[in-house]
């Protein structure tokens, strides 16, 4: 990746504009509205101006005005700035599920990791895709956060949810729940383990991560009565970690730990598989949680949630989890640089 900006720069960060019939457009506008954001960083819309002009009347938003970059990092720092993605109309149906809008989100992701390889951005906050829609040819992949693991040559990512005082990862994630368990393995877990504690203390700057494990099975197995993950797989794991340095604490029964408020007791968390850590952390923390990939040489967020087709174009969508996402980014890349020196 070349370095085309200066440290003393605001980050600038590549916003993807995702399902163009979905809510995406809408939080995208209503977080960026909001002028204090451009005190932090230069944001960049990839997608298409005539979108946003779309859904700006359509949600009656006056106050969202932009910058049409006409070449390729020539961005204003104190605007939003837009990059066309696509020369086309293509038709944007609000709610309404449509090839056009999974080809729309491709082109902009397409558009917004190659000028962030190029070095014209510091990261990249991605709206919501529709996984049906979007998926081709160009874009096999389950979500993002594989499409991002294997695009930056990376062998494994974290999917790390990220609220307020909560942050949770998974060791599985896109995978079918009869599968799970034949993912389950040691290697798997420790690799997990290590990239959460890396993330932790690299992105959030927690010098000595306290990580809580917990169980795949009810009961966290009940002594091998309902399971063997724990005994075979799990606890050899975590207990030859310990013996390196490793504050690990676990396996725990899933359901009582939350309930119980154990989760405000760790820096991380790490579920074994995608709901059992997502049910409770949306939860706990839905409006303003976010979606970060652990592990990859470059800084990506997300909201977390989806395209949400019912309520698309209704001026009814909160954007408070893209605006988390926005400043987490920003976070983040800052905490990286500083650890540079």
Not at 42 to 62: C, D, H, M
Not at 179 to 195: A, G, M, Q, V
Not at 232 to 255: H, N, S
Request: hydrophobic share 40%; with cysteine.
């Amino acid at each position: 990746m070349t370095n085309q900006l200066k440290s003393k720069d605001k980050p600038r960060i590549g916003i993807t504009l995702g399902d163009i019939n979905g809510i995406g457009p809408e939080v995208i506008i209503k977080a960026l509205s909001d002028n204090r954001i451009l005190n932090l960083v230069t944001p960049v819309i990839y997608g298409s101006s005539r979108v946003l002009s779309f859904y700006k009347k359509q949600l009656n938003i006056e106050e969202f005005n932009y910058n049409q970059v006409r070449a390729k990092g020539q961005v204003l720092s104190k605007s939003v700035n837009v990059v066309n993605c696509w020369e086309d109309a293509i038709e944007i149906n609000p709610g309404q599920a449509s090839k056009d809008a999974g080809r729309a989100a491709w082109l902009s992701l397409k558009k917004c990791v190659e000028e962030l390889k190029e070095g014209f951005l510091d990261g990249i906050v991605t709206a919501p895709i529709d996984k049906n829609t979007i998926y081709s040819t160009d874009f096999p992949f389950k979500g993002h956060t594989e499409y991002f693991t294997k695009e930056f040559n990376t062998t494994e990512s974290l999917m790390l949810l990220v609220g307020e005082s909560l942050k949770v990862g998974l060791v599985t994630d896109h995978i079918p729940v009869s599968e799970i368990s034949n993912h389950l393995t040691k290697d798997r877990l420790e690799l997990k383990i290590r990239l959460m504690e890396m993330t932790l203390r690299k992105d959030f700057g927690v010098l000595k991560p306290k990580i809580a494990i917990l169980g795949l099975n009810p009961h966290a197995g009940d002594e091998g009565l309902i399971g063997m993950e724990e005994i075979q797989v799990m606890k050899p794991v975590i207990e030859e970690l310990k013996v390196k340095g490793k504050l690990l604490f676990g396996p725990f029964p899933a359901d009582g730990f939350f309930g119980s408020g154990a989760h405000t007791k760790f820096d991380g968390i790490l579920a074994m598989y995608h709901d059992q850590g997502l049910i409770p952390f949306k939860y706990i923390a839905f409006s303003n949680g976010v979606n970060y990939t652990g592990g990859l040489p470059i800084v990506r967020t997300s909201p977390d949630h989806g395209t949400a087709y019912s309520i698309a174009g209704k001026n009814i969508a909160d954007e408070s989890s893209m605006r988390q996402a926005i400043f987490l980014a920003t976070e983040i890349i800052n905490n990286r640089q500083n650890a540079l020196g």
